[in-house]
């Protein structure tokens, strides 16, 4: 049987769509058909020459897996495709031919608890990953961090602090001599000794009473802090005192760490989430290195008792700090669940805890 009689009694259409001629983006319109088990691609333009584009048997043909909603291509062996957005039709015609198989992928789209499963185990899966995996890698980071990185961090967050926020302390030189003085006893006993922290003084500006820990062991204090705490000076070494203490446990750089490894998880688990979205993963991982977690802000305090009992300063100056940040700050809040940090009532009472605590451990006898 010729091809033309064949054509006379015309099949039933499987599909509309377009065919691309070989080696061309050309799109010309087009109807698939099966005849005799040949595939068919009939143009629907006018004129008989343009009827018959192309033909060729099911085994030299090649049909992409459906995926959503993309249209299917049927690739013939003489590298033309025919390109559909039917794919209900295409599936009916291979499910005749017994290939019902759809891919893996469109299972998943149109059987929703499939789907729905897919997504919980993805969720424990990151969760997993979360709680156990990253803590450790954090740590394994930290552990084989050289030196120059922390120097590097530190050099970059200062001039940018410096540029945008910071402007030269107003303190007068013998205010800040004797800051400094006190700061050096306090670092003393600190590990690494003095020389492993240097304190800087600056104006605050909109940061206003501060004082941060950097991760090589640059201290910066603001005016701001200074005028806060007024007379009362070994409240401004209990301060420094607490961040060297952030230091001391490299809280920052473990924060950093943390901040970069849930970025590369939701990367990982998001794909290609967009530059927009990776900015402020980035942007928002150094904004959560300069905080910290409630357990390293506990340590942090109870550092600060330890470092002011080894200069023979008051160890509860930093609890009458947390009260002058109730008085004149208005900073009552208490913890909760939901909360980052925790609140000035409770940690001024776990640093008096913990003051008596070492004096009960000090009037013991030895042996």
Same mark, same amino acid.
């Given at each position: 049987m010729s091809m033309d009689s064949t054509l006379a009694s015309e099949p039933e259409t499987i599909a509309t769509g377009v065919w691309h001629p070989p080696h061309s983006s050309r799109e010309v319109p087009a109807r698939l058909l099966d005849v005799g088990g040949s595939l068919i691609v009939v143009s629907n333009e006018d004129g008989e020459e343009n009827r018959r584009l192309v033909w060729g048997v099911r085994s030299d043909i090649e049909i992409s897996q459906r995926v959503g909603s993309v249209p299917r291509r049927i690739a013939f062996g003489n590298e033309s495709v025919f390109e559909t957005r039917d794919n209900d039709a295409i599936d009916t015609y291979l499910r005749s031919r017994g290939e019902g198989r759809s891919g893996v992928i469109h299972n998943l789209e149109i059987v929703r608890p499939r789907?729905?499963?897919?997504? %919980?185990?993805? @969720?424990?899966?990151?969760? /997993?990953?979360?709680?156990?995996?990253?803590?450790?890698?954090?740590?394994?980071?930290? $552990?084989?961090?050289?030196p120059v990185v922390p120097e590097m961090m530190s050099a970059g967050t200062m001039k940018t602090l410096d540029q945008v926020t910071f402007s030269s302390s107003k303190l007068s030189a013998a205010e800040q001599t004797e800051i400094r003085d006190d700061f050096a006893r306090i670092a003393s006993n600190a590990q690494g000794g003095a020389n492993r922290y240097h304190l800087n003084f600056r104006d605050g500006g909109l940061i206003g009473a501060n004082a941060f820990a950097l991760p090589d062991g640059n201290l910066v204090l603001t005016d701001q802090l200074v005028e806060l705490a007024g007379s009362d000076k070994e409240m401004i070494n209990a301060v420094l005192g607490h961040e060297i203490g952030h230091v001391?446990?490299?809280?920052?750089?473990?924060?950093?760490?943390?901040?970069?490894?849930?970025?590369? %998880?939701?990367? @990982?688990?998001?794909?290609? /989430?967009?530059?927009?979205?990776?900015?402020?993963?980035?942007?928002?991982?150094?904004? $959560?290195?300069l905080s910290y977690s409630r357990q390293a802000e506990a340590q942090a305090d109870r550092r600060s008792v330890e470092l002011m009992r080894a200069a023979g300063k008051d160890p509860m100056a930093l609890s009458r700090f947390f009260d002058l940040l109730e008085m004149k700050l208005n900073d009552h809040d208490k913890t909760s669940m939901l909360s980052t940090h925790p609140g000035?009532?409770?940690?001024?009472?776990?640093?008096?805890?913990?003051?008596?605590?070492?004096?009960?451990?000090?009037?013991?006898?030895?042996?």
């Amino acid at each position: 049987m010729s091809m033309d009689s064949t054509l006379a009694s015309e099949p039933e259409t499987i599909a509309t769509g377009v065919w691309h001629p070989p080696h061309s983006s050309r799109e010309v319109p087009a109807r698939l058909l099966d005849v005799g088990g040949s595939l068919i691609v009939v143009s629907n333009e006018d004129g008989e020459e343009n009827r018959r584009l192309v033909w060729g048997v099911r085994s030299d043909i090649e049909i992409s897996q459906r995926v959503g909603s993309v249209p299917r291509r049927i690739a013939f062996g003489n590298e033309s495709v025919f390109e559909t957005r039917d794919n209900d039709a295409i599936d009916t015609y291979l499910r005749s031919r017994g290939e019902g198989r759809s891919g893996v992928i469109h299972n998943l789209e149109i059987v929703r608890p499939r789907l729905i499963g897919f997504i %919980l185990a993805v @969720l424990v899966l990151a969760s /997993v990953i979360y709680r156990y995996a990253l803590p450790a890698l954090v740590e394994v980071a930290v $552990l084989v961090t050289p030196p120059v990185v922390p120097e590097m961090m530190s050099a970059g967050t200062m001039k940018t602090l410096d540029q945008v926020t910071f402007s030269s302390s107003k303190l007068s030189a013998a205010e800040q001599t004797e800051i400094r003085d006190d700061f050096a006893r306090i670092a003393s006993n600190a590990q690494g000794g003095a020389n492993r922290y240097h304190l800087n003084f600056r104006d605050g500006g909109l940061i206003g009473a501060n004082a941060f820990a950097l991760p090589d062991g640059n201290l910066v204090l603001t005016d701001q802090l200074v005028e806060l705490a007024g007379s009362d000076k070994e409240m401004i070494n209990a301060v420094l005192g607490h961040e060297i203490g952030h230091v001391e446990y490299k809280h920052s750089l473990r924060q950093l760490y943390t901040a970069a490894g849930v970025a590369g %998880l939701v990367l @990982l688990i998001a794909g290609d /989430v967009g530059s927009g979205v990776q900015d402020i993963l980035t942007q928002g991982g150094g904004l $959560l290195a300069l905080s910290y977690s409630r357990q390293a802000e506990a340590q942090a305090d109870r550092r600060s008792v330890e470092l002011m009992r080894a200069a023979g300063k008051d160890p509860m100056a930093l609890s009458r700090f947390f009260d002058l940040l109730e008085m004149k700050l208005n900073d009552h809040d208490k913890t909760s669940m939901l909360s980052t940090h925790p609140g000035t009532p409770e940690r001024k009472q776990a640093i008096l805890d913990y003051v008596r605590e070492l004096e009960a451990k000090g009037r013991q006898p030895s042996g």
